[in-house]
């Protein structure tokens, strides 16, 4: 059996974002009975969302999904997980939001439904996904990337104003 590790990115601009991601990423670890890997908390500004939308905090983690988990099933555990945060139905595309959970990776898998692409079809473009993911994940090579996680991080222009918090 192969083991896959699922990347999860982890965003939050509303309420006190940075006691939520590290909320989430505790109720995250219970997704897997190996330790996580956990990136540092990071400030960001806010990408492709409504005007005057608050800074967001981004946090990326990684685990070893149970047995018999599938991309679908854990996408699944992640929705519930945004809604018990408080996360409502969107009205607004990108609009603020308490938590945002999405899943980058799922091992090599691949997916394109209605429902879940895989891996994320933006990740790879995203400075405020990949410099947290090149804490945890340096060398990972998305699917159908040729290039590594911190190669696609230095390709970047880097105009986006990640910091670290």
């Known amino acids: 059996m192969k083991i896959q590790m699922a990347i999860i990115a982890l965003g939050s601009n509303l309420g006190d974002s940075e006691q ?7 109720r995250l670890q219970l997704f ?6 956990k990136s540092s908390i990071w400030q960001t500004p806010p990408v492709d969302c ?26 699944k555990k992640l929705l519930e997980l ?14 603020p939001r308490i938590l945002d ?3 980058i990776v799922f091992g ?11 891996p994320h079809p933006r990740a790879h ?11 945890i994940a340096p060398e990972l090579i998305l699917p159908g990337q040729g290039i ?15 910091r670290r918090l």
């Open 82 to 95: 945004e809604m018990e945060f408080g996360r409502a139905s969107k009205t607004i595309l990108n609009e």
């Open 50 to 75: 409504p005007p005057d939308s608050p800074k967001f905090v981004n946090a990326v983690a990684g685990f070893i999904p149970r047995e018999n988990e599938t991309p679908e099933l854990l996408l």
């Open 101 to 103: 959970l999405d899943l």
């Open 20 to 26: 939520i991601i590290l909320d989430a990423m505790a």
């Open 108 to 118: 090599n898998e691949t997916r394109n439904s209605p429902e879940l692409i895989l």
């Open 148 to 162: 590594t996680v911190s190669q696609l991080l230095a390709a970047l222009p880097g105009d986006e104003m990640v």
């Open 32 to 37: 897997s009975d190996a330790p996580m890997l």
């Open 125 to 135: 473009l995203r400075e405020f996904v990949l410099q947290p993911l090149s804490e």
